[in-house]
Antibody, heavy 121, light 107 residues
Framework: QVQLQESGPGLVKPSETLSLTCTVS????????WSWIRQPPGKGLEWIGY???????NYNPSLKSRLTISIATSENQFSLKLSSVTAADTAVYYC???????????????WGQGFLVTVSS | DIQMTQSPSSLSASVGDRVTITCRAS??????LNWYQQKPGKAPNLLIYAASSLQSGVPSRFSGSGSGTDFTLTISSLQPEDFAIYYC?????????FGQGTKVDIK
């Protein structure tokens, strides 16, 4: 059973960089696409971007200028960095696996439990 | 970006009721439409992919249909554990986008 777990600072100051890591267990990070999705408190879901195990990425244009997603296959982890954060970036951040990946058939089949990041001074 | 609009935004229903939720895309997305269920404090859970394919382990009372721009999620007989928020998501093109959600609560 694949499991995903988000980790990182839960509080980030405005204008700083939000950094989160997703650790994958119960399976290899290889051969799959991995994604970040966020959900502001009481609101809907927003796709942030995804990364393939080869390192190729696809970002939401609304965040692209501030976003970096990277992968460490040897550690079975992938990471999110979002720079110049504001209060609007306060959200529960989820990591998820995409299958089959990189196609119009994509869907999110495994999700982390979610991690609340608050942007506040 | 492809906009996904769900209706209704919320509904009240009783155990045993048949419930239908609609999702409309701003342009044709063929059958590239997925449905998720989210309970309070939990991550979304995949129910249906490719418009009508039931994810493994999901009860058969859930079904999906549609193509092009109009899709439906149907719960044939609502159970107590089905009270949740339901989201549609298009995978036709990036950025991947979700509907705003439909909250199903107890009448």
């Amino acid at each position: 059973q694949v499991q995903l777990q988000e980790s990182g600072p839960g509080l980030v100051k405005p204008s700083e960089t939000l950094s989160l890591t997703c650790t994958v267990s119960g399976g290899s990070i290889g051969s799959y696409y991995w994604s970040w999705i966020r959900q502001p408190p009481g609101k809907g879901l927003e796709w942030i971007g995804y990364i393939h195990h080869t390192g190729s990425t696809n970002y939401n244009p609304s965040l692209k200028s501030r976003l970096t997603i990277s992968i460490a296959t040897s550690e079975n982890q992938f990471s999110l960095k979002l720079s110049s954060v504001t209060a609007a970036d306060t959200a529960v951040y989820y990591c998820a696996r995409i299958v089959p990946g990189g196609s119009s058939w994509d869907y999110f089949d495994y999700w982390g439990q979610g991690f609340l990041v608050t942007v506040s001074s | 970006d492809i906009q996904m609009t769900q209706s209704p935004s919320s509904l009240s229903a009783s155990v045993g009721d048949r419930v239908t939720i609609t999702c409309r895309a701003s342009q044709s997305i063929s059958i590239y439409l997925n449905w998720y269920q989210q309970k309070p404090g939990k991550a979304p859970n995949l129910l249906i992919y490719a418009a009508s394919s039931l994810q493994s382990g999901v009860p058969s009372r859930f079904s999906g249909s549609g193509s092009g721009t109009d899709f439906t999620l149907t719960i044939s007989s609502l159970q107590p554990e089905d009270f949740a928020i339901y989201y549609c998501q298009q995978s036709y093109s990036t950025p991947l986008t979700f509907g705003q959600g439909t909250k199903v609560d107890i009448k």
